[in-house]
Structure formats: C-alpha cells, structure tokens
C-alpha cells in the first residue's frame, strides 16, 4: 500500500464501500458521509485527493471543492455525477476539479487510471510549490543554485564585491560568468557606475582596440568621427572582458597598461588618458597552458588571476537542475509545468552547453508544447 491518502465522500454507503474496496489494495481510503464531515476531516488530515458525488443534502460536492481549494490547494478532487447532472461536472472543472466520472460506474478500470493520474497531478504540483519556494530562497544575485560549489561562488561574490581588486572568472561556456561579473559589479561601490561587456573573441582585432580604447577622427577608414571606447564609458564602473583569452598580443600589451597605471591612448591620437574603470575578466580556456605555450603574457596573467572564481559546469552540480528548470519555466511559461519522467530525463544529461543549454531546451519545449505539461 502506497502512502497516497484519498477521502470518499458520498451520501450513499454502498457507493462508500465499493470504492474503498476498489481502491484501499494501493492507497489509503478514509470515508464521510457528508461534505461536512469531510470538511471536518480535511482540517485535521491531509490528503492527496477528494471523490466527492455532486449531489448530497446541506452541502453539496460543488460548494466542497470550493473549501478543498482553501484548505488544502494541492488536494485533487475527482466528482461523481449521475446521468443528467454533466453540466455540473463541467463546472466543477471550471472550478479546479481534476476530473469526474459517471454513476454508476461502468468501469472500475477507468475509475483506477483517473485516481492514478489526478494523485501524480498533485505529486507534480506539490514538487512545484516545493521548488518555487526553494528557488525564492535560493536565488542570490540572480544565479540560481544550492548546491555547495554555488555557495563557494557566493562566497567568492560577496568577498571580492567589497573591493576594487581585479577577478578573473574561468569555466565552460554556458556556465554564466557573465552573470557572475555583473553580481560583482552590482553589489560594489561601483554599482551607479557603468557596467560594460566587450566580449574579446566576438571582434576582430583590428576593431577590438578601437572598441575598448576609443579612436578619434580619421585614425582609419571609416572613422568619421571621434567615438570613446569601453574603457572611458566604464569609468567609474566596470568593464567586462569576456573570453579574455582570444585577445592578440598586441592588445594584451596595452590592457597590461591599463591595469597597471589605469593609462591608455584613443587608436590615432598621441594624448594619454586615464581611467577609473574595475576590470573582470573572464575565459573559458586554460590561461596557464597559454602562458607556458606563449600565446598569453604571464605578466598580464598575474595582474587579471589576483582573485579567481571557478565556476562549475552544470553536470558538476546537478541537484541545481530542479531548480534552473523552474526558475526558466516562470521565465518562459508560467503556466508550464515539466513531468516527473521529463525531469529525470533532464537529470541523467550531462549538459555539455550547461546552463544556457538547459535554458534553451526549457524555452523551446515552453513554445513548442501544446499542453501545460511538458515531456
């Protein structure tokens, strides 16, 4: 016997009894004789789903679903209606009821299925609830996780947010280093200030150096006018630069510049400048195989790795998942709910894309079910 609870209520004994009987060999049945003993058992016991006729004196199967929904939300009710009285089913399911079935019943066979799927209805249900209330506890800095590697990022946020000291973050795409810098940046001093993301791998070299430092009129063609780069506009603030690694030599030499005297010089003109900008890098590549292949300046190495936050790939921290998946579900479909099968398929994948993989499976699977349920 399962430990699912199920409340009969009927004014009918025989219909009491024969439904205990049906279903008390796989779940526990308890039985009332009226919507008012039931209201009263309801307040003292909880239970996974209400049978309730529709038809029953002071008190009928409508106004008791009405009081389930208030006293116990994730109950599921199933009415029972004689022949004639479907438009009152039907309204019962307007009113949240799961499902109903005839009187008498035909097919006990059918009875059982409805009981097994509005019990695995509230299962989902209850997960859901747990889960929202988990998530709400557990978003910090808008980066969803519980797992003990999460905290030790938190911990690392929290820590160097208080300072102006240089962070590089590493770990795999997908993984939210992005996310990560802007929680730094958000919870510092700088937080008015600026928040500029240059991603370093995504422009080509001959743009990136005008893109972080500025040119002035004429330095090349195209250039018809003096624009100021991420450097100046994040004065005050931060500048993010993403997949640090894939920056030439070139510019490794004039960020290393940068970072140590806070100097630098619009592409195209002779006049230094100075900035007061926070800089977090971050790369999804291995930095010290870099160095010792040469493709890396150690010097400029040493002045980004002063505080390192490793992020963990997803595989790494996967009692997180339950958690990702609802928090992009209220993102992308409030009203979407995933199966209990779904979300073990989605617990045995490794995520090679990690979170921004999981997030675009749970987008797509929002816009392309049909259902509230997604499988």
Not at 76 to 105: F, H, N, R
Request: charge should be negative.
């Amino acid at each position: 016997m399962s430990e699912e609870r199920i409340l009969v209520v009927d004014d009918e004994k025989l219909m009491r009894e024969y439904l205990k009987e049906l279903l008390e060999p796989e779940y526990r049945v308890d039985t009332a004789a009226s919507a008012l003993d039931a209201l009263k058992m309801l307040r003292d016991e909880v239970y996974d789903l209400v049978i309730t006729d529709l038809r029953m004196p002071k008190m009928d199967g409508i106004e008791l679903l009405k009081h389930v929904n208030d006293i116990s939300p994730g109950t599921q009710v199933i009415v029972l209606t004689a022949y004639g009285s479907v438009e009152s089913a039907v309204e019962a399911m307007k009113l949240g009821a799961y499902d109903y079935i005839g009187k008498p019943i035909q097919s006990p066979d059918e009875m059982e299925l409805k009981v097994r799927r509005a019990i695995e209805r509230g299962r989902l249900i209850r997960e859901n609830l747990y889960l929202r209330r988990e998530l709400e506890k557990k978003l910090r800095y808008n980066i969803v996780g519980k797992s003990p590697k999460m905290q030790e990022v938190f911990d690392k946020i929290a820590a160097v947010a208080k300072s102006d000291i240089t962070v590089l973050i590493t770990g795999e795409t997908g993984t939210g280093k992005e996310l990560v810098a802007r929680a730094i940046h958000e919870n510092s001093h700088r937080k008015d200030g600026m928040f500029v993301p240059v991603n370093c791998g995504a422009i080509p070299e001959n743009l990136l150096e005008s893109e972080l430092f500025g040119h002035e009129k004429g330095a090349f063609t195209g250039a018809y006018r003096r624009e100021i780069g991420s450097f100046e506009m994040a004065n005050g603030g931060t500048i993010f630069l993403d997949e640090i690694g894939e920056m030439s030599p070139h510019l490794q030499v004039k960020l290393l510049r940068v970072l140590q005297n806070g100097e630098f010089q619009r592409v195209g003109s002779p006049k230094v400048l100075k900035t007061d900008a926070r800089v977090i890098a971050a790369t999804n590549t291995d930095l010290q195989r870099a160095v010792e292949e040469g493709r890396f300046r150690q010097d400029l190495y040493y002045r980004l790795n002063v505080v390192n936050i490793k992020l963990p790939p997803l595989r790494e921290r996967k009692e997180d998942i339950p958690l990702l998946v609802h928090h992009f579900l209220r993102k992308y479909g409030p009203n979407k709910e995933v199966t209990p099968e779904t979300m073990k398929i989605l617990l045995s994948y490794d995520w090679p894309g990690n979170v921004r993989e999981l997030e675009n499976v749970i987008e797509s699977g929002c816009v392309l079910s049909r259902t509230n349920l997604i499988t």
